[in-house]
């Protein structure tokens, strides 16, 4: 998975706690992204970064935040978890924004 | 509205048949248009990425076509294997602020011996 690891792998939470979901990666590539990928419908994309503390938002944004204060790591934060977010979150990491996407290897997410 | 439709849903083939999988976009203006692999349970990988001056691009048994006056692209495996059982998903960038690439939901392809 191209020096990229989230965790966790999988959680199960309730309700109306806060979640963080990390990205790790090891590759020194400016971009990171979180994607979430629910049956019937191709991934989307949350937020993503082009740099330290360089941030913004996506196609499904709401309810989710996010903070790069380093280079390899790119937190999600899910302020207060609703089940509608219960989704497979992939992480991705890319040199430039017209170069190709490395994929992580996913985290399970359910909100009970 | 910018959207990627890929056609069939869901496929099933025997092992060492070949197959086509489609892919139609209404993404403009068009930058590049990439191919996913996606194991169940995994990431996707990527297969081919294609500009607007590229028609086609193979890795392996994977060839990927592209008619960018259409807007479509299709991709063909050759000699199928069972581990190409997998989800193919086409990606398209457009040249537009920010990052956002436009996914199709996939065709599920299933190789059976």
């Known amino acids: 998975d191209a020096g990229i690891t989230q965790s966790p792998r999988h959680k199960v939470t309730e309700t109306g706690t806060p979640v963080t979901l990390r990205c790790h990666q090891t590759?020194?590539?400016?971009?990171m992204y979180w994607y979430r990928q629910d049956p019937g419908h191709g991934l989307r994309l949350i937020h993503y970064?082009?740099?330290?503390?360089?941030?913004d938002k996506g196609e499904v944004s709401d309810g989710y935040s996010v903070s790069r204060s380093k280079t390899e790591d790119f937190l999600l934060t899910l302020e207060s978890a609703t089940s509608s977010q219960t989704s497979v979150y992939f992480c991705?990491?890319?040199?430039?924004?017209?170069?190709?996407?490395?994929f992580g290897p996913g985290t399970r997410l359910t909100v009970l | 509205k910018n959207q990627v439709e890929q056609s069939p849903q869901s496929l099933i083939i025997l092992e060492g048949k070949n197959c086509t999988l489609q892919?139609?976009?209404?993404?403009?203006?068009?930058?590049?248009l990439r191919w996913y692999k996606q194991d169940t349970g995994r990431g996707p990988v990527s297969l081919t990425i294609m500009t607007f001056s590229e028609n086609t691009k193979s890795n392996g048994r994977y060839t990927a076509t592209l008619d960018a006056d259409t807007k479509q692209s299709s991709l063909h495996i050759t000699a199928s294997q069972l581990s190409d059982s997998a989800s193919y998903i086409c990606?398209?960038?457009?040249?537009?602020?920010?990052?956002?690439?436009?996914f199709g939901k996939g065709t599920t392809l299933s190789v059976s011996s």
């Open positions: 970064s082009y740099g330290v503390k360089d941030t």
């Open positions: 892919c139609n976009y209404t993404v403009s203006p068009f930058s590049n």
């Open positions: 991705a990491i890319s040199l430039d924004r017209y170069n190709e996407q490395f």
């Open positions: 990606v398209v960038s457009g040249e537009q602020a920010g990052t956002a690439l436009i």
């Open positions: 590759e020194n590539h400016r971009y």
